[in-house]
């Protein structure tokens, strides 16, 4: 399976006790939301496992692996990113997009001023905010709905409703 088809939707933090239980970071909106997709991959193996949810603690997932049943075993897995394959999901609004997918994109705003390129999203309570770095400075602009305006993926550009002046010092 090429990498292009696949989704990055969680990443496997650590382990959770002794009988091979592993926490998992869900990248999905509601995080359990991760359960409805089947056939998981995890980062440089091409085989699908069979991810099955124990419970929830704190922010974290915890979750059985199919032939995983040590601490040892799960340990290995620590830090690698869990996928999903891009034909398990289903088609997106036109007002909707994958976060991966805009990485690396030009920002603009109306006027054609540019902001730098995406390195990554994140939301801390107040909504989503697009993590933007020009030269050698990073900064958080905000993605909401009252500030995106389009999304060119042929030019490879998100335009904001955004003054220049924003980030300015």
Not at 9 to 29: A, N, Q, R
Not at 36 to 65: A, G, M, T
Not at 104 to 117: A, D, I, K, P
Not at 141 to 159: R, T
């Amino acid at each position: 399976m090429s990498n292009k088809n696949l989704l990055e939707i969680g990443l496997l933090l650590g382990v959770h006790g002794i009988k091979g239980e592993v926490k998992l970071k869900s990248y999905t909106e509601i995080p359990e939301n991760i359960f409805s997709y089947k056939d998981f991959y995890i980062e440089n193996s091409n085989k699908p496992i069979n991810l099955k949810f124990v419970r929830k603690v704190k922010q974290s997932l915890i979750c059985k692996i199919e032939n995983i049943s040590t601490r040892t075993d799960a340990e290995k897995l620590r830090g690698l990113k869990l996928f999903i394959n891009r034909d398990n999901l289903s088609k997106l609004a036109d007002d909707e997009f994958y976060q991966v997918d805009l990485i690396g994109f030009q920002v603009y705003n109306l006027n054609r001023e540019s902001f730098g390129s995406v390195i990554s999203f994140n939301d801390f309570g107040g909504g989503l905010l697009v993590e933007v770095k020009n030269n050698n400075k990073m900064f958080y602009l905000p993605m909401g709905s009252n500030f995106l305006k389009n999304i060119n993926y042929v030019e490879k550009e998100v335009i904001l409703n955004l003054d220049l002046n924003f980030v300015k010092d």
